[in-house]
C-alpha cells in the first residue's frame, strides 16, 4: 500500500511540474474580429462641405481689450455686502467674477475658497489660478492631492470644504477663509452628492460670503429664498440669461477618422451617421 501511494504521488509531483513548462510552451491563437471591418470609403462632395460649414470660423480670434459685461460687473458690486447666485450660460465669463473678487480679497490680505465638484475642474482651476497669482498663494486640497494648504487662496472639492466645517465644529474653531466659491452650484440637487452642498451652505458661517455659480440652475429665486432662510443672509440673483457666447457645435468622427456633422442643416440628426450606426447594431446582434 504504501509503495503504491508513493508511485502516485511520483506520478502527480511530475504532473505538477510539467504544467509550468506546458503553459510556457502552449501559444494561444488570434482571437477572430469582434466587428465587421469596415468598408473604405470616400465622403462625397456634399458630406466635405458639411464638415466646412461645420468648422468655419473655429480659430483664435483678433485681440481685443477686455469689456466686462453687465452682469459680471453687478456681481462684483453685489459680491461686497452680500451672497450671490450667478446663472449664466457655458462660456460666458461666471469664473471671471471669482477671478476679481480672489484678487481684490488677496490684495487685502485676506484668503479664498474654491470648490468644485470634478477632480479634473480642481486640478484645471489650481493651475490657472497659480499662474494668475503666484504659485506660493494657491493651495490644493483633494481625495489625492494635498499642496500648499496653507496657502490664502485653497482650492478644492466642495467634500473636502464641508469636511474643514465638520472639523471647525467639532474643534471650536474657525474656518480660515472670508470668501467661498460654489462651481457648478447646481450639483445640490444631485440625488447622491447633494446632500454635500446642502451640508456645506448650511454650515458655513454667517462671515463668509457666498459665490455660487451654474449655468444649470433651475428655480434659481427659489435656491436663493433656500440659502437666505439657513443662513440668515440676503442672495443677490444674476440671471445672465440667452444663448452660449461660444456656440456648441458637434461632430462624429468615424473610424476612418472622418468627420461627419451630427446635425444637418435643418436641425435634425445627419442620416450620413446612420450607416455607422447601423454597423454597430449587426456587430452586437452577432455576440
Known sequence: MAR??????????????????????????????SSEQSQSSVQ????????????????VPPAAPFKPDDFQLEALEAIETEDVLVTAPTGSGKTWIAREEIRR?????KRAWYTSPLKALT??????FSLEFGAENVGILTGDRKENFGAPLIVGTTEI?????????????????????????????????GHVW???IILTPPRIRLLLLSATVGRAEEFAKWIEDVRGSTVRVINRAGTRPVE??????SNEMQLFPLLDESGRMNPDIEKFANVQRRSFRRR
Open 123 to 128: 486640478n484645471s482651476k489650481y493651475v490657472e
Open 248 to 253: 456648441l457645435r458637434a461632430a462624429y468622427l
Open 4 to 33: 503504491g501511494r508513493n508511485d502516485n504521488r511520483r506520478k502527480n509531483q511530475g504532473r505538477g511540474r510539467s504544467r509550468p513548462r506546458d503553459e510556457r510552451e502552449y501559444k494561444r491563437g488570434l482571437a477572430h474580429e
Open 161 to 193: 470644504y464641508r469636511n474643514q466645517l465638520f472639523d471647525a465644529l467639532r474643534s471650536g474653531e474657525q474656518v480660515r477663509t472670508d470668501f467661498v466659491i460654489f462651481d457648478e452650484a447646481h450639483y445640490l440637487a444631485d440625488e447622491d452628492r
Open 105 to 109: 480679497l488677496l490684495e487685502q490680505g
Open 44 to 59: 462625397t462632395p456634399q458630406q466635405i462641405k458639411a464638415v466646412e460649414r461645420l468648422l468655419s470660423g473655429i480659430g
Open 198 to 200: 446642502e451640508e456645506a
